[in-house]
């Protein structure tokens, strides 16, 4: 997943705030028990994603695709007072360990937690959001896009991530996820309803705001 040496990483890490306990103790956590542990958002993106959200100072955020809870924790830490962040994920088994960091952070009053399928569950969401952050199955990316497009408002962020997809978006032979991540940029690149941008963060974050 490095788009940049290793070295510009640890500069860039040297000289931007530290990673807080709470995270620094899930990170540890998630790459010690949890399979697939580099789904995790990590300390450079999961501070990005806080100081996109703290500049916006939303009300609502969307997330689709908790995993263990790390780039929910850096987003809800930018919401307004009276904000709250929904939370989607299809495992159960990480429910426990999500709940337990949440309270960790103080931020329980913050953070609705739903297990399901989102395609099913999004629908079901009476609300609109500021944010949303797109971090789950990768052949599902344009559906849920198109599934919450109608519930941001207008001068809100669509954020998925892995839309460079380890440098294989460039393969001349793509498997059916980087198919469905190439396809889901050249949408968004075409949707004139958006604008949009790709930062070469992490694994790629496409970033689009709503006209």
């Known amino acids: 997943m490095h788009l940049v040496s290793a070295e510009i990483e640890q500069y860039i890490e040297q000289n931007s705030s530290p990673?807080?306990?709470?995270?620094?103790?899930?990170?540890?956590?998630?790459?010690?028990?949890?399979?697939?542990?580099?789904?995790?958002?990590?300390?450079?993106?999961?501070?990005?994603?806080?100081?996109?959200?703290?500049?916006q100072q939303p009300k609502r955020i969307l997330e689709i695709g908790t995993f263990t809870g790390y780039s929910g924790l850096c987003l809800a830490k930018g919401l307004a007072e009276d904000g709250l962040l929904y939370t989607i994920d299809i495992n159960e088994e990480?429910?426990?360990?999500?709940?337990?960091?949440?309270?960790?952070?103080?931020?329980?009053?913050?953070?609705?937690?739903?297990?399901g399928d989102a395609r099913q569950i999004i629908p079901t969401i009476n609300e609109t959001f500021d944010l949303v952050f797109i971090d789950a199955d990768k052949i599902n990316y344009s559906t849920y896009y198109d599934l919450v497009f109608d519930k941001v408002r207008p001068g809100g962020y669509i954020i998925a991530d892995n839309v460079l997809w380890s440098g294989k978006i460039l393969a001349e032979k793509k498997d059916k996820d980087t198919t469905a991540i190439d396809e889901y940029n050249k949408k968004i690149a075409s949707d004139k309803r958006v604008e949009t941008f790709i930062l070469p963060l992490r694994d790629g974050l496409n970033i689009a705001r709503k006209l």
Request: hydrophobic share 45%.
């Open 19 to 55: 990673e807080e306990a709470v995270l620094k103790e899930l990170n540890r956590e998630t790459y010690v028990k949890v399979q697939m542990p580099n789904m995790l958002s990590g300390h450079l993106q999961g501070q990005f994603l806080e100081m996109l959200s703290r500049m």
């Open 94 to 115: 990480l429910q426990a360990m999500v709940e337990q960091y949440i309270a960790k952070a103080a931020l329980s009053d913050k953070v609705k937690q739903l297990i």
